[in-house]
């Protein structure tokens, strides 16, 4: 029984003489794979044709990856939207304005970065966490900044002035607070990424509190 693309065979058979790969044929002729694998089974190509095969594999497989990565980034940020909107609908139902609420959010913070040991404290290199902590402990516990110390842990090869500067403008703080500046010497010769800014320490000496 002849095959309904047997009319095409001699020109599939030319294409892939040339280094066009089975896909490619089946591409641009409509041939099924498995027809075009029979038809090619004794065609030999020649030293430069393979070349160029193999050319075009490399080149086709760019562009898959460079889809790949396009398509992973959009799955990506549709997940994270996704979770922002959960995230703000769950957040509509809390009433922040009940101590209660505040007091136990903050003890469940404290319990996963707090001092577990002789003073109520935190450390992070994070400002929107510390931020938090600092404004529950002045509305609940009706601590006053001058009631509280903060100290800078750095890598060698950040400016001091630089990270008093940017902590003290992020937590709301008189930079003048930042007394203790503590510089881990490990670090040295090793470049810091831009966006790290070292870690900032909050001390309160009401140990009452962390009870």
């Not at 044929?25 to 694998?37: A, G, H, M, N, Q």
């Not at 950040?158 to 010497?185: A, C």
């Not at 090793?190 to 009452?208: E, Q």
């Amino acid at each position: 029984m002849i095959s309904q693309w047997f009319d095409k065979k001699e020109k599939a058979i030319n294409l892939r003489y040339k280094g066009y790969s089975i896909r490619d044929v089946e591409k641009l002729l409509k041939i099924p794979r498995s027809t075009l694998s029979g038809w090619f089974r004794d065609v030999i190509i020649s030293k430069k044709n393979k070349t160029l095969l193999n050319n075009r594999r490399k080149k086709s497989l760019i562009r898959a990856r460079k889809k790949a990565v396009v398509w992973h980034n959009e799955q990506k940020s549709l997940r994270i939207k996704k979770a922002e909107e959960e995230a703000r609908g769950i957040l509509k139902k809390i009433n922040f304005e009940d101590k209660n609420t505040v007091n136990l959010a903050l003890a469940m913070l404290y319990l996963g970065e707090g001092f577990k040991f002789q003073k109520t404290g935190m450390g992070n290199s994070n400002p929107l966490i510390l931020k938090f902590f600092l404004k529950t402990m002045y509305k609940l516990y009706g601590l006053s900044v001058d009631k509280i110390g903060f100290d800078l842990h750095l890598r060698v090869d950040q400016n001091q002035k630089t990270m008093k500067k940017f902590w003290s403008e992020e937590l709301g703080v008189p930079i003048e607070r930042f007394k203790n500046v503590s510089v881990d010497p490990r670090t040295k010769g090793r470049k810091t990424y831009p966006n790290y800014m070292g870690v900032c320490v909050i001390n309160c000496a009401n140990i009452a509190i962390q009870r």
